[in-house]
Nanobody
Framework: QVQLVESGGGLVQAGGSLRLSCAAS????????MGWYRQAPGKQRELVAV???????NYADSVKGRFTISRDNAKNTVYLQMNSLKPEDKAVYYC???????????????????WGQGTQVTVSS
């Protein structure tokens, strides 16, 4: 079992910045991709950014050029630097990770998916 704990959310004015962190802990064997999703009230959860185990990154079009995902593998932590925040960025941000719990999962390329509990980001206009 792996636990993901997010931190860094809060209230910020439009144009401001926040940095989210997500630390993985527990019985860590091999973390694959780590990323961030968000869910605004009344909307579906959507991908914000993802960082693969090979270091490749992918961003939602709405955050490209403003958000940066990074990862510290030694700390099993993923970060999301959010700049030039807009009111429409307001949402609960969730950390997500694909983790190989066992060697069998690794050999079959079938990681288990984990979610954090979420952290609120509010952007005032």
């Amino acid at each position: 079992q792996v636990q993901l704990v997010e931190s860094g959310g809060g209230l910020v004015q439009a144009g401001g910045s926040l940095r989210l962190s997500c630390a993985a802990s527990g019985s860590i064997f091999r973390i694959n991709a780590m990323g961030w999703y968000r869910q605004a009230p009344g909307k579906q959860r959507e991908l914000v950014a993802v960082n693969t185990s090979g270091g490749k990154t992918n961003y939602a079009d709405s955050v490209k050029g403003r958000f940066t995902i990074s990862r510290d593998n030694a700390k099993n932590t993923v970060y999301l630097q959010m700049n030039s925040l807009k009111p429409e960025d307001k949402a609960v941000y969730y950390c997500n990770a694909d983790h190989f719990d066992t060697i069998a999962q690794l050999l079959s390329s079938r990681p288990r998916n984990y979610w954090g509990q979420g952290t609120q980001v509010t952007v005032s206009s």
